[in-house]
């Protein structure tokens, strides 16, 4: 055994620890350190097996990581955003709502606040306290919350209104109306130009959503009443408001986390909220009480509009606008798909091809970027 006591200690000294004290994880450790600072990477023969563990470092390189964040992101979108239509839907009883829709806004917002709030104690355990992810109490950083969480509120509450007049469908189509409200607004208040790309995609935008809901087997034209292209139509407008406003003071400190941005748009649409029941339920909940009507299916709609909001500020923060073309497009398929098992929803050749022109629209859209 002595042959082999100066390879042993040639070794520790490359890797900077004492041979009679090292365990296999310090060994191991310190490869990796040795080996990303351009010390010798080739070990000799008794330590071979913890090259592959050396080599695969390259793997959580940041590229990597941030696609796996993208990809992460776009597939929970997506099956939130497909999913959202559904339940909204499915929770419909006799063409109305067993529950208050005021009550399943609130508790949307709280869920979504106690989660950002969840978050956010990991994040001070994790990396202690610092300005960026401080509670800020300063009314100058609090003051530009209510604006969005007010738009945000008429327009959830709206969804469901629609639903009233639409299937998840064509919701998911109509719903793509805010792409262009979103352009224009981006335009006006941001100065931002856009691209012959992007008008064509706007003008390929509302023809596929008008194509969509073409109806043959009727006297009416159109499948959706003018009461649902008005509330679409109103929603667009006051999401596309809403998301640009959002984005602007999000990515307007890039450094601030997340948690603390969401935690005080939720704060102002709890109250918000609140003043809705208290203005359109009251009489209803103090009869029948808060939770009257909900049911399992109400409950996973909560969650999900829930997760919604969150994946999406997570989108405007993190991600680009690529992740949310992805899953439009996508989740207009997977709505279409399901609705036909759950609702007996029946493919029309006007939806087939409107849903294949607007998804090349927000294809369009997304590659032809607007410039400042």
Request: aromatic share 12%; glycine share 4%.
């Given at each position: 055994?002595?042959?082999?006591?100066?390879?042993?200690?040639?070794?520790s000294?490359a890797m900077?620890?004492?041979?009679?004290?090292?365990?296999p994880?310090?060994e191991?450790?310190?490869?990796?350190?040795?080996?990303m600072?351009?010390?010798p990477k080739?070990?000799?023969?008794?330590?071979e097996?913890?090259m592959?563990?050396?080599?695969?470092?390259?793997d959580?390189?940041?590229?990597?990581?941030e696609w796996?964040?993208?990809s992460?992101?776009?597939?929970?979108?997506?099956i939130?955003?497909?999913?959202?239509?559904?339940?909204?839907?499915?929770?419909?009883?006799?063409g109305g709502?067993?529950?208050?829709?005021?009550?399943?806004?609130?508790?949307v917002?709280?869920l979504?606040?106690?989660?950002?709030v969840?978050?956010?104690f990991?994040?001070?355990?994790?990396d202690?306290?610092?300005e960026?992810?401080r509670?800020?109490?300063?009314?100058?950083?609090?003051?530009v919350?209510?604006?969005?969480?007010?738009?945000?509120?008429i327009?959830?509450?709206?969804q469901?209104?629609?639903?009233?007049?639409?299937?998840?469908?064509?919701?998911?189509?109509l719903k793509n109306?805010?792409i262009?409200?979103?352009?224009v607004?981006?335009?006006?208040?941001?100065?931002?130009k856009?691209?012959?790309?992007?008008?064509?995609?706007?003008?390929?935008?509302?023809?596929?959503?008008?194509?969509?809901?073409?109806?043959s087997?009727s006297?009416?034209?159109?499948?959706t009443?003018?009461?649902?292209?008005?509330?679409a139509?109103i929603?667009?407008?006051?999401?596309?408001?809403?998301?640009?406003?959002?984005e602007?003071?999000?990515?307007?400190?890039p450094?601030?986390?997340?948690?603390?941005?969401?935690f005080?748009l939720?704060?102002?649409?709890?109250i918000?909220?609140?003043?809705?029941?208290?203005?359109?339920?009251?009489?209803?909940?103090?009869?029948?009480?808060?939770?009257?009507?909900?049911?399992?299916?109400?409950?996973?709609?909560?969650?999900n509009?829930?997760?919604s909001?969150?994946?999406?500020s997570?989108?405007?923060?993190?991600?680009?606008?690529i992740?949310?073309?992805?899953?439009?497009?996508?989740a207009?398929?997977?709505t279409?798909?399901i609705?036909?098992?759950?609702?007996?929803?029946?493919l029309?050749l006007?939806?087939?091809?409107?849903?294949?022109?607007?998804?090349?629209?927000?294809?369009?859209?997304?590659?032809?970027?607007?410039?400042?």
């Open positions: 055994m002595d042959h082999r006591k100066p390879r042993d200690q040639a070794f000294a900077a620890i004492p041979a009679t004290s090292a365990s994880d310090q191991y450790e310190e490869a990796m350190v040795s080996s600072q351009g010390l080739k070990l000799d023969d008794e330590h097996v913890t592959p563990l050396i080599a695969n470092v390259k959580f390189s940041p590229k990597t990581v796996r964040r993208k992460l992101v776009t597939f929970a979108l997506t939130l955003t497909s999913s959202q239509g559904i339940l909204i839907a499915w929770s419909k009883r006799a709502y067993d529950y208050s829709v005021t009550t399943a806004n609130f508790m917002e709280l979504k606040c106690i989660i950002s969840g978050a956010l990991q994040t001070w355990r994790k202690g306290v610092n960026d992810n509670l800020s109490m300063s009314w100058d950083e609090v003051k919350y209510p604006i969005p969480a007010i738009l945000y509120l327009k959830n509450i709206l469901y209104y629609i639903f009233l007049f639409v299937d998840a469908p064509s919701y998911q189509i109306l805010n262009i409200s979103t352009g607004l981006y335009k006006l208040f941001l100065k931002r856009l691209t012959t790309i992007q008008w064509a995609a706007y003008a390929l935008l509302a023809l596929g959503c008008t194509t969509a809901q073409l109806n087997s006297e009416h034209v159109l499948q009443p003018l009461e649902g292209w008005a509330m139509i929603m667009a407008l006051l999401s596309g408001f809403a998301g640009v406003y959002t602007v003071i999000i990515k307007k400190r450094s601030r986390n997340i948690n603390v941005q969401n005080w939720y704060i102002f649409g709890i918000f909220n609140a003043f809705a029941i208290f203005i359109q339920d009251f009489d209803a909940v103090m009869e029948k009480g808060f939770f009257h009507g909900y049911t399992a299916i109400t409950v996973c709609m909560i969650t509009h829930a997760l909001g969150i994946a999406v997570m989108v405007m923060k993190y991600a680009d606008n992740v949310k073309v992805y899953s439009t497009s996508v207009m398929l997977l279409a798909v609705s036909m098992v759950l609702f007996n929803f029946q029309t006007p939806f087939v091809l409107g849903s294949m022109v607007v998804s090349i629209a927000v294809f369009l859209h997304s590659h032809g970027k607007a410039t400042k």
